[in-house]
């Protein structure tokens, strides 16, 4: 089992930054691919960013390219995200979860998911 916390979600003007993190414990946290999601009510789980392993490989949606960068630091147990240039769009609740196999873009290839933590962006 993998436990996942996420912290850093709030509120913010349009255009304003925020950091999310996500503190892991349990399993090795360094085995794991780690992702980022988020979700709005009544609708399907987006996928945000993936990071691999080792923090050397990225990817990303396009609708956040150029604005979120997704990071890791094994030693902490910890992937963050950090988010710039924020837009209402970006508004939901934002998820972190660990990989287990398959896509980098599909919620199905993660085991295990954090609570989730609130992101509003004031327009």
């Known amino acids: 089992q993998v436990q996942l916390v996420e912290s850093g979600g709030g509120l913010v003007q349009a255009g304003g930054s925020l950091r999310l993190s996500c503190a892991a414990s349990?399993?090795?946290?360094?085995?794991?691919?780690m992702g980022w999601f988020r979700q709005a009510p009544g609708k399907e789980r987006e996928f945000v960013a993936a990071?691999?392993?080792?923090?050397?490989?990225?990817y990303y949606a396009d609708s956040v390219k150029g604005r979120f960068t997704i990071s890791r630091d094994n030693a902490k147990n910890t992937v963050y995200l950090q988010m710039n240039i924020l837009k209402a769009e970006d508004t939901d609740v934002y998820y972190c979860?660990?990989?287990?196999?398959?896509?980098?873009?599909?919620?199905?290839?993660?085991?295990?998911w954090g609570q989730g933590t609130q992101v509003t962006v004031s327009s």
């Open positions: 979860a660990a990989a287990s196999s398959g896509t980098w873009y599909s919620p199905y290839s993660y085991d295990y």
């Open positions: 349990g399993r090795t946290f360094s085995n794991y691919p």
């Open positions: 990071i691999s392993k080792n923090g050397v490989n990225t």
